[in-house]
């Protein structure tokens, strides 16, 4: 079954600390893996796509294969990065995204 | 280029009415998704669609639920006798080529 877990409903750092959301698929052959970004009132954007293998606001993401993982980081939280992040994994075919259950990350002061 | 616009933002509807969603797609793009998310939970596929055609409606409820992505003009969502478990925030996205998806400001249903 395809299937994207984000085991932390809440991560809660200060400012200055390092980040990581952890996101685990379950997909047999190669996944096309995303992150998606949805800040306090404010739409579902695309933060990052596995394939690019970019850094989009000092945020980084390796697909580890033999983890079956996704974990999204950044060395450094920054207040702006409160928001709800999730995973998503394209489905063979490119009909639709699977979702976990997002993260809300909040960073304090 | 403006993103995918969705209309309404907000709808409260009593049970047993219909609620209509509308969703138009960035400019060249003709694949449209729907979404819906339901409190604390991610979003669930329902739909996908390309002009005037359905694709995958496998997250679909057999009953009560349709869409349509006609060959003029947004694309529609149709709850007919919208029940209390229909509550929730309905999303749209499109995309040029089927990978990268954009997403709308969501519709919140409310039935009460």
């Known amino acids: 079954a395809q299937r994207v877990t984000q085991p932390e409903k809440l991560l809660s750092v200060f400012k200055g600390a390092p980040v990581e959301l952890k996101c685990n698929y379950s997909?047999?052959?190669?996944?096309?893996l995303f992150w998606y970004v949805q800040y306090s009132r404010q739409r579902l954007q695309l933060l990052l796509r596995?394939?690019s293998r970019e850094s989009i606001k000092g945020f980084t993401a390796d697909l580890n294969k033999g983890e079956t993982s996704f974990h999204l980081k950044k060395p450094f939280a920054q207040e702006e990065d409160s928001a709800m992040y999730y995973c998503?994994?394209?489905?063979?075919?490119?009909?639709?995204?699977?979702f976990g259950a997002g993260t809300r990350l909040a960073v304090h002061p | 280029n403006a993103g995918v616009m969705q209309n309404p933002r907000h709808l409260v509807r009593r049970r047993g009415q219909e609620a209509r969603l509308r969703c138009s797609p960035m400019?060249?793009?003709?694949?449209v998704y729907w979404y819906r998310q339901l409190p604390e939970e991610g979003l669930k596929f329902m739909v996908y669609?390309?002009?005037?055609?359905?694709?995958?409606e496998s997250g679909m409820p057999k009953e009560r639920f349709s869409a349509e992505f006609p060959k003029e003009g947004p694309s529609i969502l149709r709850i007919q006798q919208v029940v209390r478990g229909d509550s929730a925030a309905y999303f749209c996205?499109?995309?040029?080529?089927?990978?990268?998806?954009?997403f709308g400001p969501g519709t919140r249903l409310t039935v009460t």
């Open positions: 996205a499109s995309s040029r080529d089927g990978y990268e998806q954009y």
């Open positions: 997909y047999s052959g190669s996944p096309e």
């Open positions: 596995h394939i």
């Open positions: 998503a994994l394209l489905s063979g075919g490119y009909n639709k995204l699977i």
């Open positions: 400019k060249g793009h003709s694949h």
């Open positions: 669609l390309q002009k005037e055609n359905i694709i995958d």
